[in-house]
Nanobody, 127 residues
């Protein structure tokens, strides 16, 4: 099993930046594609970005493209989400998730494709 722990959330003013971390334990994260999702009360969990096992492929939702950057350091078993130009509509709980895959370049986009989930970290952007 893989245990995922997110950190780095907090309160920031609009236009500010945060960097979220997703630290894995239990198994090496390099065997997993990783995704970031976010959720607000009463809404479904929304795909934000995904990164392949190798880190060579990333994909972003239109709502964050150009502002967020996902990266990974497999040697540290950690994936990062750098969030710049934050907007009030980015306020949500952010979750990282891992999907076991043979393919080093594969990204997954839906919650059902991910096996392991972290507990989430809250990001609040004030206007």
């Amino acid at each position: 099993q893989v245990q995922l722990v997110e950190s780095g959330g907090g309160l920031v003013q609009a236009g500010g930046s945060l960097r979220l971390s997703c630290a894995a334990s239990g198994r090496t994260l390099s065997n997993y594609a990783v995704g970031w999702f976010r959720q607000t009360p009463g809404k479904e969990r929304e795909f934000v970005t995904g990164i392949s096992r190798s880190g060579g492929t990333t994909y972003y939702s239109d709502s964050v493209k150009g502002r967020f950057t996902c990266s990974r350091e497999n040697a540290k078993n950690t994936v990062y989400l750098q969030m710049n130009g934050l907007k009030p509509e980015d306020t949500a709980s952010y979750y990282c998730a891992a999907a076991n895959t043979y393919y080093t370049g594969q990204i997954y986009y839906t919650t059902s494709e991910y096996i392991y989930w972290g507990q989430g970290t809250q990001v609040t952007v004030s206007s």
